[in-house]
């Protein structure tokens, strides 16, 4: 990371591809999620992989990576190193979801009839069931990283969190995310 010096964990960042149709009556061809992950401090092999969601909803999760529970925090004093981040016990999954929200944040996006779109249309449950979807195509991507994982976020997103939980355990199509990852629980800060 620019600015930061050396640091003790590995970082990755990308985009995810969830194939469609996803959206319920909006029925979008995919979504295209970014991501940043911060291994653990720890024991990255036998750690949690803990996910952030951003409140809003919309609120893009780069701020609570670099503002809040990260490692690498960035204000007004400049560049420094969080001592409390979250990542020395666990894996952190920052994920820029929903994809499409109205307002200019994050980098991810929604596709239907093969063009982006501008803005993308997401209720509690489509998004739940659209998350599911995206964390399961993590997983595919991280193998290692399904040990045991937990959801946490702030103020609405709670709502989002526990939709997306309750998504994961009752989509028959998700079978191969109940398989890879042991969801121990939903935390609300």
Not at 32 to 58: F, M, N, R
Not at 73 to 83: C, E, F, I, L
Not at 128 to 153: D, G
């Amino acid at each position: 990371m620019p600015g930061f010096g050396a640091f003790p964990f590995k970082v990755y960042s990308g985009y995810l591809e969830v194939a469609g149709p996803l959206g319920g009556a909006h029925a979008y061809d995919s979504v295209t999620i970014h991501y940043e992950l911060h291994t653990s401090q720890k024991d990255p092999a036998t750690d949690p992989l803990v996910t952030w969601h951003q409140g809003g909803p919309g609120g893009s999760s780069m701020y609570g990576a670099y503002t809040e529970m990260g490692y690498f925090q960035v204000d007004s004093r400049g560049n420094t190193t969080n001592p409390y981040a979250w990542n020395q016990v666990a894996n952190m999954l920052y994920l820029e979801s929903p994809a499409g929200c109205d307002d200019p944040i994050g980098f991810s996006y929604c596709t239907k009839g093969g063009k982006v779109q501008k803005t993308c249309q997401w209720d509690d449950k489509t998004q739940a069931e659209a998350y599911a979807h995206t964390l399961a195509a993590f997983l595919e991507s991280f193998p290692e990283c399904a040990v045991v994982f937990q959801h946490s976020s702030p103020t609405y997103s709670s709502l989002r969190t526990a939709h997306s939980s309750w998504r994961m355990l009752d989509l028959a199509s998700l079978q191969r995310l109940r398989a890879a990852a042991d969801l121990q629980g939903s935390a609300n800060t």
